[in-house]
Every structure is written in structure tokens, then in C-alpha cells.
């Protein structure tokens, strides 16, 4: 069997095995996130796959996708078919140019993407392209690496890093609690005061059918969701929900859970409401997240995205209803 040995990141697939040797830079990197940077071209659910039919070994061991490198680890890569340029398998020019459009910011150390709704932040899961995989197509060049997710409904500020340095220094600020992420949501009812704080441990559960699902559970993860009251809608109030921490599905879970489930959640939600919101011309998940604040040495990163356009018309719709219906009494 063909063997290659590299230490290059940036090296191509070859049509052998590769060993590769991770460098001090990649320590604490997990193993998925280092083959989607390596393997360019390849859908994130290929990786995965050869992660899953234990064709990917770290020093002889068969590697899970959340595995841990450590400096010196040599990682054995099997052969890997790269997208060749007239390949359908590349994303189309109109989800290059959409995803170049919503760029924010961009500087040495990050890339902030307004990340449409519908765009997954990551492959996989039937999901060939998300919004890491178009950028890395539209900048080849270029090393970008998730700092964190959103849903694949939700909006808003989502950043990358483009240095490793700049990557695990956020991430630690934001294990340590201390970047600010604030999102816009629409909730059903309204809250009992005008700011609630929701402190559940949530923990990850799969369904028969393969389905994730989070739920509530005093033995799962710490999870702290402040919310504060904006405006008040007939059957609906508009909120800000700033977390403390960054669990999947937190705000829709935490939400859901004080019996206020976010507008047009099909998964947490309350399908009567669901449907309520659909006449005031609701599409999908309303979920925006509006403001990432955080600060790295002495510099302050601020980055916000305003509501999208199809949000505000929904809540333009709820407001011409509330004023038909006249004011509301408690």
C-alpha cells in the first residue's frame, strides 16, 4: 500500500495513504475539523464517513470526529477523491456569490459572516455545503475554521477564524463565559417580567428515528439564558435572549421549557402558534443572532446584523394586527 508522510496542512489529497504529522499550531483541534481543513473539496459527510468506518487512525487507534490532536500525533488519511473543477460535486457560482455577499468583516485574524437562514454553519447530515465548506470553495486559499454554530434556520453573526491563534483564543473567552452573544427571537405569549433568567442543564438525547433532540435534565450540561422583553405583540412579544453559554438549541430548548416556544420552531415548538405565525407571513425559525461583542488582548471586536427583512415584515404584520385589536390589558 502507498504510504505518504506530510507535515504541510495545506499538502493535496493524494491517491495513497497519507500519515500526517500534526504540528504544535493544531493541538486541542478536533480531528473532524482538521480533515475538513485538510481534504479540501471533499463534502464534510465524507469526512465523517471515513471517520465512522474507522478508516481514520490517530498512532494506530481508530479515531472518533470529536477526538482531541495532540502535537506529534501521526493521523493516517485514506484516499480521498477531491472535487476536480468540472466535479458536480462543487457548489454552485450563485452559492459562492450569496455566501461572498453576506460577509461583515473580514481581517487577519477573522472572517464574520451575516449568515442566511437555510445555510448550515457545517456539512453533514445530508448537508453537502454549509457555510464553512462555500467559503473554503470561494477562498481556497485561505485556512477558516468555525468558532462556533448556529442552527441551520437561525440568522445572523456567525465567525470564523483565520488563524489557529485567533481560533482557540476566542474559543477560550467564550468557554470562559466572557464574549457576548445576543440573539432577537419571537416568542408565543408574553414573559411574566419584562427580564427573565433560565437556568436548566440541558442535555443532548437521539430519537429511534436518528432525530437530536436536547431536552431539559438536572445531570446534563450547566446552561444560562438571560431574556428581556422588547415588545408585546397580541399573542406574541419580541425579545432579546443573551446566553451565557453556547449549548445546541439552547435558546429554543430554554424557551420552549418556560412555556414561551420560540415562532415557527417545528421541533420545540406549539404547532397551534406555529401555524398563527404562518398567517402573519412567518417562513421559518425566528431566530436571529443579532450581536457578537468580545475582546482579545486590547482589542474589541464588536459585529452586529440587523433583522433581516423577512423577519421585520413579519413583525410589521403583528404590529398593523395589534393595532386593529387595540391595546392589551393584562
Given at each position: ?218 445531570e446534563g450540561k450547566p446552561s444560562v439564558s438571560h431574556l428581556t422583553q422588547l415588545e408585546r405583540y397580541t399573542d406574541a412579544c419580541l425579545c432579546e435572549v443573551a446566553i451565557e453559554t453556547g449549548r445546541t438549541h439552547q435558546i429554543r430548548v430554554h424557551c420552549a421549557h418556560i412555556g414561551r416556544p420560540v415562532a415557527g420552531d417545528e421541533k420545540y415548538g406549539e404547532r397551534a402558534f406555529n401555524q398563527r405565525m404562518r398567517g402573519a407571513g ?49
Amino acid at each position: 500500500m502507498k504510504t505518504h508522510t506530510s507535515t504541510n496542512f495545506a499538502d493535496p489529497v493524494s491517491h495513497g495513504v497519507q500519515v500526517v504529522k500534526v504540528e504544535p499550531d493544531r493541538a486541542g483541534q478536533r480531528v473532524d475539523n482538521f480533515l475538513a481543513g485538510r481534504l479540501k473539496g471533499v463534502p464534510r459527510s465524507l469526512v465523517y464517513r471515513i471517520l465512522r468506518t474507522g478508516q481514520v487512525r490517530i498512532n494506530g487507534r481508530r479515531a472518533k470526529p470529536d477526538t482531541r490532536l495532540e502535537a506529534g500525533d501521526e493521523v493516517r488519511i485514506p484516499p480521498v477523491r477531491t472535487a476536480q473543477r468540472d466535479d458536480p460535486a462543487l457548489p454552485a457560482s450563485g452559492q459562492l456569490r450569496r455566501i461572498e455577499q453576506a460577509i461583515l468583516h473580514e481581517d487577519r485574524e477573522f472572517l464574520v459572516l451575516d449568515k442566511p437562514s437555510g445555510i448550515a454553519s457545517h456539512g453533514g447530515s445530508g448537508v453537502s455545503f454549509g457555510a464553512i465548506e462555500l467559503l473554503r470553495a470561494a477562498r481556497p486559499k485561505d485556512t477558516l475554521e468555525l468558532v462556533h454554530r448556529l442552527d441551520r434556520d437561525t440568522s445572523g453573526v456567525l465567525v470564523l477564524a483565520r488563524k489557529r491563534t485567533a481560533l482557540t483564543a476566542l474559543q477560550e473567552q467564550i468557554r470562559q463565559g466572557l464574549a457576548s452573544k445576543h440573539y432577537l427571537t419571537l416568542l408565543q405569549g408574553d414573559l411574566p417580567k419584562p427580564r427573565i433568567t433560565v437556568r436548566e442543564a440541558l442535555r443532548k438525547s437521539v430519537l429511534q428515528g436518528g432525530e437530536r433532540m436536547v431536552r431539559v435534565d438536572a445531570e446534563g450540561k450547566p446552561s444560562v439564558s438571560h431574556l428581556t422583553q422588547l415588545e408585546r405583540y397580541t399573542d406574541a412579544c419580541l425579545c432579546e435572549v443573551a446566553i451565557e453559554t453556547g449549548r445546541t438549541h439552547q435558546i429554543r430548548v430554554h424557551c420552549a421549557h418556560i412555556g414561551r416556544p420560540v415562532a415557527g420552531d417545528e421541533k420545540y415548538g406549539e404547532r397551534a402558534f406555529n401555524q398563527r405565525m404562518r398567517g402573519a407571513g412567518l417562513k421559518r425559525l425566528f431566530l436571529h443572532a443579532a450581536r457578537f461583542e468580545f475582546e482579545i488582548g486590547e482589542r474589541r471586536y464588536a459585529f452586529s446584523s440587523p433583522l433581516p427583512q423577512d423577519l421585520r415584515q413579519v413583525l410589521d404584520h403583528l404590529q398593523r394586527k395589534l393595532g386593529q385589536d387595540g391595546p392589551i390589558r393584562k
